[in-house]
């Protein structure tokens, strides 16, 4: 699938290209809607340090890309991309260079959250980087049960968190397994970082978890250009125009790369809506 050209134009509604070049194309557009980015270059389970250190390259590229060309954006990376499964030491090393690099410009690497896993490396080397640069941040995902605790942590430490619902398959012992508790969750975590986080980001396509940041924002008086609401490519432009619209701050995750499959597929799972327009789309002349 990810060599054929004729799958290619399925991607195209989640994936902004299979280069850098496609991607800051994609990404300029985004920003001419007034919103800014978050680039992704896409590729799990990597086999050897050599595969983490073009990832390494392909993302300190991307930084200066961002900084040279005045793109309102960062960057998203998963430390498994960057060696974490064959080699911590070789990771941190990988990772550290793309945050000093970003620091260097005065820029953001958000380290995203994997499986439970990882969950406690991943913290403590954003908060070793983010103690020697101030240039990275974290995502805590809502279904899991120690997420309040660690937001609190974070928010002690003024890292910046984006908050999500979470995607993978967990057991109870860990995560919580009813939609409704996860959304309730979410709220409550939600408001813990409005009320004392760090520019967070509300990651969500959900109306109602939208609905909900908003209207607590307005009970607490907590200006728009506290928070950021955070999105998809391709995954409810209405949506994201309609809050730019309304003064909100948006910031669109971009991913590029060959390595979309995957990621592709677990789009179109998310959402059946997303299956109906990629088959209207293909079958269009």
Wanted: net charge neutral; aromatic share 8%.
């Amino acid at each position: 699938m990810e060599t054929s050209r004729l799958a290619r134009p399925l991607s195209a509604r989640f994936i902004a290209g299979m280069t850098l070049a496609e991607a800051l194309t994609a990404v300029r557009s985004v920003n001419n809607q007034g919103m800014t980015v978050s680039l992704d270059h896409l590729g799990e389970d990597i086999t050897s340090l050599a595969e983490a250190e073009r990832f390494r390259e392909i993302y300190i590229q991307a930084l200066r890309e961002i900084d040279a060309t005045k793109i309102e954006g960062n960057v998203s990376l998963k430390l498994t991309q960057f060696g974490l499964d064959l080699s911590e030491e070789a990771c941190v090393s990988n990772v550290r260079q793309v945050v000093c690099e970003a620091a260097k410009h005065r820029s953001f690497v958000r380290i995203d959250m994997e499986s439970t896993a990882y969950t406690g490396r991943t913290l403590k080397i954003v908060y070793d980087l983010h103690a020697e640069t101030g240039s990275c941040g974290a995502v805590i995902q809502a279904y899991l049960v120690r997420s309040e605790a660690d937001i609190e942590e974070l928010n002690r430490r003024r890292i910046r968190v984006r908050l999500c619902k979470g995607a993978y398959l967990e057991p109870a012992s860990v995560a919580i397994q009813e939609k409704a508790e996860v959304d309730a969750n979410f709220v409550k975590l939600m408001k813990i970082l409005l009320e004392r986080g760090n520019y967070p980001g509300i990651a969500t396509h959900d109306e109602k978890m939208v609905q909900a940041t908003i209207d607590f924002a307005r009970e607490q008086n907590i200006g728009a250009e506290r928070f950021e609401f955070q999105m998809l490519y391709g995954i409810r432009r209405d949506l994201q125009k309609t809050l730019r619209a309304e003064g909100y701050n948006v910031r669109v995750y971009v991913p590029f790369g060959e390595a979309w499959y995957p990621y592709f597929m677990r789009r179109l799972a998310e959402r059946p809506a997303n299956v109906i327009f990629i088959a209207r789309n293909f079958f269009r002349g």
